[in-house]
């Protein structure tokens, strides 16, 4: 039998969605945003930096970073934010949310205006100070996830809060695409200021000394969506979750509750401190008999996913290179590359990353966690392996638009898919007091897989060719469809039944696990 719930807890669940509903994604989803934009507008300007910083006189093609020099700049940000994901997710249990979530988005402002200030005249330098502030980027970045999830799935009914959290992971896809935006407007900006020919018509005149502040500003713009954010955040009272089931103030937590929902909450601490018996910490027996299962699920789809979706992301520009749909470096000066890589990268965001996303906003508490994830891996798979195949068909000039089609269809599933749902389900299934940590501990397995795909792809395209790539994608999503089976369907439920923190105190764990089993908390859909 359950426990009674918390009155507090119980009006959190079944509030009708009121305006704060939406702030809170807002204030969330701002910090995804900056994450994204962040995260994705470096492989906008990376053929610029190679240009400007790695350019051999005389030499046929236009500068180029080495394939180690890439992979760092590409990758350390994932480095700091796997860091970030774990550090930040186990503080804000320990401390809670809102305390936090200011100093995650402080650390975001700093370095992005840092790592467009990375100084010095040599490459060495520039590039040293560019990946050490991106690290500590990232580490911000990191802490973001755990934390905007968390409070999202805190704040939320039971109806609407896959929606919701869905939403707020969303603005991910407007980061993406403002990137391509802020650096279609900069370098057009630049290009009608200072006209330069193509590298092979006049290799000097192709890039001109102005072209520096083109990737500075664009990574320094990530700095002011997250300081726009900032007093909203301090702002926000802490969750009610966390206030009454880690920090057992009732009083705290009904008065906190009452000012958002509007209505009147009792605070009930005699109850709060009746409840106990599931006070395992996250290496305990009854953390692994209760969840251990579930963890192994998220961490492992989380990390396959992002193999995938990170490798797409940031190589595209090379992969698009290679079917024909970028003209070569040469033929183009530095700023009409850059230009060239931003457009098609915003193209294919619009037309298959944004609509992704918000597609899962709109079915994921129709349809279920479970179904969305399954289908989105089945496609991606799918698609990867059309891609793969046949790829010398797509290489054909009159092929290429198909191509496009495909790969576009390859981001659509991944967001309406797992790429939202990895994000969703770790803020929903596991207890108070370990939530955030256990989201982190996700996030940073899907971190770690992005760690793969940035610097695995970079040595693996220049070492076995973008078909044999895209064919190890197409089997990375089928073994991510194979692990969804661990995760459990959350659709509809309270976060403590969940859990397991409405059980009551003196259920013996064969009987808790029954339980489970009887409510629908399985590794199938309900």
């Given at each position: 039998?359950?426990?009674?719930?918390?009155?507090?807890?119980?009006?959190?669940?079944?509030?009708?969605?009121?305006?704060?509903?939406?702030?809170?994604?807002?204030?969330?989803?701002?910090?995804?945003?900056?994450?994204?934009?962040?995260?994705?507008?470096?492989?906008?300007?990376?053929?610029?930096?190679?240009?400007?910083?790695?350019?051999?006189?005389?030499?046929?093609?236009?500068?180029?970073?080495?394939?180690?020099?890439?992979?760092?700049?590409?990758?350390?940000?994932?480095?700091?934010?796997?860091?970030?994901?774990?550090?930040?997710?186990?503080?804000?249990?320990?401390?809670?949310?809102?305390?936090?979530?200011?100093?995650?988005?402080?650390?975001?402002?700093?370095?992005?205006?840092?790592?467009?200030?990375?100084?010095?005249?040599?490459?060495?330098?520039?590039?040293?100070?560019?990946?050490?502030?991106?690290?500590?980027?990232?580490?911000?970045?990191?802490?973001?996830?755990?934390?905007?999830?968390?409070?999202?799935?805190?704040?939320?009914?039971?109806?609407?809060?896959?929606?919701?959290?869905?939403?707020?992971?969303?603005?991910?896809?407007?980061?993406?695409?403002?990137?391509?935006?802020?650096?279609?407007?900069?370098?057009?900006?630049?290009?009608?200021?200072?006209?330069?020919?193509?590298?092979?018509?006049?290799?000097?005149?192709?890039?001109?000394?102005?072209?520096?502040?083109?990737?500075?500003?664009?990574?320094?713009?990530?700095?002011?969506?997250?300081?726009?954010?900032?007093?909203?955040?301090?702002?926000?009272?802490?969750?009610?979750?966390?206030?009454?089931?880690?920090?057992?103030?009732?009083?705290?937590?009904?008065?906190?509750?009452?000012?958002?929902?509007?209505?009147?909450?009792?605070?009930?601490?005699?109850?709060?401190?009746?409840?106990?018996?599931?006070?395992?910490?996250?290496?305990?027996?009854?953390?692994?008999?209760?969840?251990?299962?579930?963890?192994?699920?998220?961490?492992?789809?989380?990390?396959?996913?992002?193999?995938?979706?990170?490798?797409?992301?940031?190589?595209?520009?090379?992969?698009?290179?290679?079917?024909?749909?970028?003209?070569?470096?040469?033929?183009?000066?530095?700023?009409?590359?850059?230009?060239?890589?931003?457009?098609?990268?915003?193209?294919?965001?619009?037309?298959?990353?944004?609509?992704?996303?918000?597609?899962?906003?709109?079915?994921?508490?129709?349809?279920?966690?479970?179904?969305?994830?399954?289908?989105?891996f089945f496609f991606m798979t799918v698609f990867?392996?059309?891609?793969?195949?046949?790829?010398?068909?797509?290489?054909?000039?009159?092929?290429?638009?198909?191509?496009?089609?495909?790969?576009?269809?390859?981001?659509?599933?991944?967001?309406?898919?797992?790429?939202?749902?990895?994000?969703?389900?770790?803020?929903?299934?596991?207890?108070?007091?370990?939530?955030?940590?256990?989201?982190?501990?996700?996030a940073a397995a899907g971190k770690a897989g992005?760690?793969?795909?940035?610097?695995?792809?970079?040595?693996?395209?220049?070492?076995?060719?973008?078909?044999?790539?895209?064919?190890?994608?197409?089997?990375?999503?089928?073994?991510?469809?194979?692990?969804?089976?661990?995760?459990?369907?959350?659709?509809?439920?309270?976060?403590?039944?969940?859990?397991?923190?409405?059980?009551?105190?003196?259920?013996?764990?064969?009987?808790?696990?029954?339980?489970?089993?009887?409510?629908?908390?399985?590794?199938?859909?309900?």
């Amino acid at each position: 039998m359950a426990k009674e719930q918390l009155e507090v807890l119980n009006a959190l669940d079944v509030a009708k969605t009121q305006w704060y509903h939406f702030t809170a994604i807002v204030i969330a989803g701002m910090g995804f945003f900056t994450d994204a934009y962040d995260l994705f507008c470096i492989s906008l300007v990376t053929k610029l930096i190679g240009r400007i910083y790695y350019q051999q006189p005389g030499a046929a093609e236009p500068g180029s970073l080495p394939s180690n020099v890439s992979a760092a700049v590409n990758g350390v940000a994932f480095c700091g934010t796997l860091t970030g994901q774990l550090f930040f997710g186990w503080l804000g249990d320990k401390l809670g949310r809102k305390r936090v979530y200011g100093m995650v988005l402080m650390v975001m402002v700093i370095c992005s205006v840092a790592s467009g200030l990375s100084f010095g005249r040599d490459a060495k330098a520039v590039v040293s100070t560019l990946c050490f502030f991106r690290f500590w980027l990232g580490f911000g970045i990191g802490g973001d996830y755990p934390l905007s999830a968390t409070i999202m799935s805190e704040y939320a009914n039971k109806k609407t809060r896959g929606a919701f959290i869905a939403a707020v992971f969303a603005m991910q896809g407007f980061g993406i695409l403002a990137g391509g935006m802020v650096a279609i407007i900069v370098s057009a900006a630049f290009k009608h200021s200072f006209p330069a020919p193509s590298y092979e018509a006049d290799a000097a005149a192709s890039i001109f000394p102005q072209a520096d502040y083109v990737w500075r500003i664009i990574l320094m713009f990530g700095a002011l969506p997250a300081l726009l954010t900032y007093y909203w955040r301090a702002k926000m009272p802490e969750t009610a979750r966390y206030t009454a089931l880690v920090a057992k103030n009732a009083k705290q937590a009904a008065a906190d509750m009452s000012k958002v929902l509007q209505v009147e909450v009792e605070p009930e601490q005699e109850k709060i401190e009746q409840q106990g018996g599931n006070d395992f910490g996250l290496f305990s027996k009854d953390f692994l008999s209760r969840h251990g299962w579930h963890l192994l699920g998220t961490t492992s789809t989380w990390f396959l996913l992002d193999i995938a979706f990170y490798s797409q992301n940031l190589f595209q520009k090379d992969i698009f290179s290679a079917i024909g749909w970028i003209p070569k470096a040469k033929t183009m000066s530095a700023l009409e590359e850059v230009f060239k890589i931003a457009r098609a990268q915003t193209l294919i965001a619009l037309c298959s990353t944004v609509p992704g996303y918000w597609f899962t906003v709109a079915f994921i508490d129709r349809i279920g966690r479970f179904t969305i994830q399954i289908m989105g891996f089945f496609f991606m798979t799918v698609f990867m392996f059309a891609l793969a195949i046949p790829y010398q068909h797509w290489t054909l000039r009159e092929n290429r638009v198909g191509f496009v089609v495909m790969y576009s269809l390859t981001f659509f599933f991944s967001n309406f898919g797992p790429n939202a749902t990895t994000f969703v389900v770790p803020a929903e299934i596991f207890p108070a007091r370990l939530r955030s940590t256990c989201h982190g501990i996700s996030a940073a397995a899907g971190k770690a897989g992005a760690i793969v795909g940035a610097f695995g792809f970079q040595y693996a395209e220049k070492g076995i060719g973008v078909r044999n790539c895209l064919i190890i994608l197409g089997v990375v999503n089928f073994l991510g469809l194979l692990f969804t089976f661990l995760v459990p369907e959350s659709k509809g439920r309270s976060l403590e039944d969940l859990s397991g923190e409405a059980e009551q105190e003196n259920a013996a764990p064969s009987e808790s696990r029954q339980q489970e089993i009887e409510s629908g908390t399985r590794t199938a859909p309900v």
